[in-house]
């Protein structure tokens, strides 16, 4: 029987899931799966970068924090002890948790949070999932340098659907501020207006040799000539999504978010914050030394952004010794410009399953969800310091005019299970309750959405459609949205309004890849389909922190 603690809060008592549990008992075979224990503490641990020394949250002394390594099949058994000043939840980005709801993370949705001297213990087994995933906090922006890579073999005696590579890398991009990132998004909280953007860009915790102080601890990924490696991107940044090259290589994606796509050769990746991408790359160039680097793509326009480059060093072992004293500069890949959106779509729509699949064709539920930002009308009595957005406002983000309130005594889950009332409605719209233009010129009317707890209730076995379409309240951008708790197939992309009558026509059937996180294009909509098969209650949001600190959220089921 799954044990779950948290010491640290009298508010969430677990006891009653056990039933839920009993419901729903796993008939999988277990043969030859294993159990892996580990201890996470977090912790305060001084960090340098950029020539600053900063107290900075890390798990175990490490950022990133520590790479954990299984099989489909196997089970994670995790204890986390907050030693930090802060609350803390860990989230295990794209885990399926069939059945172990209460181990998904998002605080006040599956759990409460833990408090400073608590402790929480995850368990949970991954069931027909293979590739990369990774694990972060969900509590504030702690997950700016609380994350790590999660690692998904195939069962044992099982292999790639690839030919073998001959070495692994993981390689998680990030984001760094030289400041507490709690205190900047505390900052915006209290004047309505926008975070500080970051002020570097990272690869496995390190900026690399394009900024000051840091070219000594620059990444080192080697390589044999000749030889065929797999290299596991994951964008771990905050805010941003990045794009991706190795100089001079291909690079061939041949999966995403823990699941198997057709593999296809490009020269460029382009990941949303929250999504992975494995790629293969051969060492087929002359033996020298090759930058690995990543830089924003920024889609909103006038919007500020950090517009520096990361960089490691993909180093042929076989490369010529330098002279005594000099090193060996290595070559620069091209990059995309920052608002290369033509580059970012020929990336997101060459994704497709290596087979056909049982995508849902009858539909119980037609959803079609806005996605956007928004300006809060200054409260009456308020300050001007605290209404520092355009025009005197406050920022804000909401799903079809809704801004997600979380609660701040129980878990939603909890609410649920035990019929807590008056923790949330179950009345989160189906539609907008407005329709308009929305990538045109939008009334300023609809710019101020309404607060609210609101969940949409879904029936176990029941199919869904949905659409999301970004908006231009304020500025349209590339929106990487989330679901909790599912994979689900991306059937098709477009720019403008989706137009149902015209828009069908581009849906794909067949093959569409199977994602965690889509990236909702700049000025346009993506629609998404799946079974509603996990019981629990699901977090939908984009993973931008930014807009989850704006209250941009969906809980659903």
Known sequence: MEAYRNSSNTFCSFFVFFGLLFLFMSTMPITNAKVHYHDFVVQATPVKRLCKTR????????????????NNGDTLVVNVV???????????????????????????????????????????????????????????????TVYGALIIHPKEGDSYPFPKPKREA?????????????????????????????????????????????????????VDSGETNLLRVVNSALNQQLFFKVANHKLTVVGADASYVKPFTTLVLMLGPGQTTDVLITADQPPTRYYIAARA??????????????????????????????????????????NDTATATSFTTSFRSPRQVPVPT????????????????????????????????????SMNNVSFVLPSNFSLLQAHQQGIPGVFTRDFPANPPVKFDYTGNVSRALWQPVPGTKLYPLKY??????????????????????????????????????????????????DPPLRNTASVPVGGWTVIRFV????????????????IGWAWQLLSW
């Open 55 to 70: 107290s900075t949250i890390t798990v175990n002394g490490m950022y990133p924090g520590p790479t954990l390594e299984v």
């Open 82 to 144: 907050n030693r930090a000043r802060y609350n803390v939840t860990i989230h295990w980005h794209g885990v399926r948790q069939i059945r172990t709801g209460w181990s998904d993370g998002p605080e006040f949705v599956t759990q409460c949070p833990i408090r400073p001297g608590g402790s929480y213990t995850y368990r949970f087994t991954i069931q027909g999932q293979e590739g990369t995933l990774w694990w972060h906090a969900h509590s504030s922006w702690l997950r700016a």
């Open 170 to 222: 993981a390689l998680l991009l990030g984001e760094w501020w030289n400041a507490d990132p709690i205190d900047v998004v505390r900052q915006a909280t209290r004047t309505g207006a926008a975070p500080n953007v970051s002020v570097a860009y990272t690869i496995n915790g390190q900026p690399g040799d394009l900024y000051n102080c840091s070219s000594t601890d620059t990444i080192i990924v080697p």
């Open 297 to 338: 793509y920024a889609s909103a326009q006038g919007a500020p952004f950090d517009n520096t480059t990361t960089t490691a060093i993909l180093e042929y072992k076989s490369a010529p010794c330098p002279a005594k004293g000099a090193t060996i500069k290595p070559f620069m890949p091209t990059m995309p410009a920052f």
């Open 362 to 397: 009858n539909i119980d539920h037609n959803l079609f969800f806005t996605v956007g930002l928004g300006l809060n009308n200054c409260p009456p009595g308020a300050s001007r310091s605290s209404c520092q957005g355009p025009n005197g406002t406050r920022f804000t983000a």
């Open 461 to 510: 076995g029941e199919t869904v459609q949905v659409v999301l379409q970004g908006t231009s309240i304020f500025t349209a951008e590339n929106h990487p949205i989330h679901l909790h708790g599912y994979d689900f197939y991306i059937i098709a992309e477009g720019f403008g309004n989706f137009n149902p009558s015209t828009d069908t026509a581009k849906f794909n059937l067949v």
């Open 532 to 547: 509603a098969d996990n019981p629990g209650v699901w977090l939908m949001h984009c993973h931008l922190d930014v807009h």
